[in-house]
């Protein structure tokens, strides 16, 4: 399965993201964010790779000074592959 992150620094910009992504008809998740990613605030929105042309519009509009960026998550067998974007 693959599916995509927007990670940021602070929890409340997670939530107002999560927020405005189901406003605008986006299926998303708060998740905590994988260990691997170092410092952020330890959670994430997760989405499916499908929207992510909709959510990059999306943050693009808006103002969200913590936002660190998109990772793309491939789950294997051997654990999870996390490539930024």
Do not use: H, W
């Not at 602070?10 to 410092?39: D, M």
């Not at 992510?52 to 693009?60: G, N």
């Amino acid at each position: 399965m693959r599916y995509y992150i927007a990670v940021f620094r602070s929890r409340s910009n997670v939530l107002n993201f999560a927020n405005l992504l189901r406003a605008n008809s986006v299926p998303c998740a708060i998740i905590s964010t994988p260990s691997k990613l170092g410092k952020t605030c330890g959670l994430s929105v997760k989405f499916l790779y499908d929207y992510f042309p909709k959510v990059q519009r999306l943050i693009k509009e808006q103002s969200f000074r913590s936002f660190d960026g998109f990772y793309e998550i491939t789950e294997t067998f051997n654990g999870n592959n996390i490539k930024r974007i």
